[in-house]
């Protein structure tokens, strides 16, 4: 190590205690012999390892740990993560007075020592009481970039970013739904690295770079969850986009029984994409390999291998407001970004109290309980069909409302941070496709909760009063910033 790492070093024995010192960390570099450089407010233990030849591994073998104490150094750790496999890179995030930032990540050789990390690694108690968070790491090179005029084709668009910013390697375009001519008002751009997506990223997200006159929106698109190979050999269901809305799942199913009668089990349609499920996979496979590109009520459309997801998660994620209910258990690449230019009447005025800001409502209803007598006649119903005023929180207001304007449920994904004295912060950020337009493709409120019921809510209230205040929006364009591999 040269000078500056052993200074970086010595900067970090003075917050260590016990086996975590210098000492430490040279004894772990003579026994595995990997190099160690502190850089960029990192410390990169190995990559490559020693004896390694070739280039360095692909995707998808690198995992993100968090939560990690903040006295907590190499020779703890490493050794801990060899458990999974080789490592190539160790990279731990330091601070400037040589404590750790409470992260890192770490590459292994392969993918699949990077899925048994998480497997066996993800709530591990590396201390007693402290639980690492362990998860698949990928370098995003794809940009949202809404607000694009819906007539310009893909070629122009390629162009255009191709003048504006360096390494772009290609545009996903997607036509509109209701007209195939036009493209939905955004797209994904690749590029070559994840260093020239952040720096393109950097010269457009002031929010004033123009595209054709438009301002347009920048931001990260927002990778799905890999599926690992062995998962993806016993799939059997095929996602099908860029279908008419017109068509019905009745002609999906004839068309797709043309190369083999008999062999689809069930269609599942939702707008302008559906899901094919077949008898077999050998079929599924085929039929994929035969339909994709083919023309259904005019339209050409695209097949791909829908992306099972682990229902025990799904479950989870459900229960913590963070995924839609209406997914069918099914997730592809393309599925998030489904989303259609949409015209709408003034939205309805909402019937919420919040913040001291009042909307018209009935009168609400009491709050009290009665007995429930043994032989009481009880009928089923769907809360749908109650009036808004039988609703306290802002949450079930939410998705009543929704409802009401034939709109999809809104989707609550959760972010967390840690305050200065080490507590767990929460938040919401919340996505109504129907009304995600140009100047609003998400509503998150400024306040962090420390517990998860109060920060739905709150995410719930703040989207409400904001679609309260914005009765002159007609023209709300889908825009919903997932891409699609």
């Known amino acids: 190590m040269n000078e500056e790492n052993i200074d970086g070093m010595n900067g970090c024995s003075k917050v260590r205690t016990g086996t975590q010192n210098e000492a430490a960390l040279l004894a772990l570099m003579e026994k595995t012999g990997y190099n160690m450089v502190q850089e960029n407010g990192q410390r990169k233990f190995g990559g490559p390892p020693p004896d390694w030849e070739g280039p360095p591994p692909p995707r998808g073998c690198e995992v993100f740990v968090g939560k990690i104490p903040r006295d907590m150094y190499e020779d703890e750790l490493v050794p801990v993560f060899e458990r ?10 330091m601070e400037f007075s040589g404590e750790n930032r409470g992260y890192a990540f770490v590459m292994y050789t392969t993918k699949e020592e990077a899925q048994l990390a998480i497997r066996i690694l993800n709530n591990y108690e590396i201390r007693p009481g402290k639980f690492i968070g362990v998860c698949v790491s990928l370098d995003n090179c794809r940009l949202f970039i809404g607000a694009i005029p819906k007539e310009k ?84 269901v095929l996602y099908v986009r860029n279908l008419m809305i017109s068509t019905t799942e009745e002609t999906i199913k004839a068309e797709f029984n043309k190369f083999k009668p008999g062999t689809v089990e069930r269609v599942k349609k939702l707008r302008d994409y559906a899901f094919v499920h077949f008898f077999n996979r050998e079929d599924a496979v ?3 390999s035969v339909m994709s590109g083919k023309c259904i009520d005019g339209a050409s459309i695209e097949v791909t291998l829908a992306k099972p997801v682990n229902k025990e998660n799904t479950w989870r994620q459900h229960l913590n407001g963070q995924i839609s209910p209406n997914s069918e258990n099914l997730i592809v690449f393309a599925n998030k970004e489904e989303s259609h230019p949409k015209t709408l009447g003034k939205p309805p005025t909402l019937p919420t109290r919040l913040n ?19 032989g009481t006649k009880l009928t089923p119903i769907s809360m749908y069909s109650l009036k808004s005023n039988h609703f306290n929180s802002a949450v079930m207001h939410l998705d009543y409302y929704c409802n009401k304007n034939n709109w999809a449920p809104p989707e609550y994904y959760l972010y967390s941070t840690t305050s200065q004295d080490g507590k767990v912060l929460l938040v919401y ?32 209230q703040f989207t409400l009063l904001h679609l309260d205040r914005e009765h002159n929006l007609f023209s709300l364009d889908l825009c919903r910033r997932i891409w699609r591999k």
């Open 153 to 236: 084709k893909k070629e122009e668009i390629l162009d255009e970013m191709k003048k504006v910013t360096e390494g772009v390697v290609d545009v996903i375009v997607y036509p509109s739904a209701t007209d195939k001519t036009k493209n939905r008002g955004f797209a994904f751009v690749e590029y070559e690295s994840h260093r020239a997506a952040a720096m393109a990223r950097r010269k457009l997200i002031p929010g004033t770079f123009q595209l054709w006159g438009h301002t347009i929106q920048v931001d990260w698109a927002d990778p799905e969850k890999e599926v690992d190979e062995e998962t993806m050999q016993r799939v059997k």
């Open 429 to 460: 950020k919340i996505i109504i496709p129907a009304v995600a337009n140009g100047s609003q493709s998400y509503f998150m409120p400024d306040k962090l909760c420390t517990t998860l019921e109060d920060a739905k809510e709150l995410a719930a």
């Open 286 to 288: 085929a039929a994929m």
């Open 84 to 93: 999974a496999g080789k490592i190539y890179e160790f990279r731990l995030m």
């Open 356 to 374: 001291g800001q009042h909307s018209p409502s009935p009168p609400e209803v009491e709050r009290c309980t009665y007995p429930f007598f043994p």
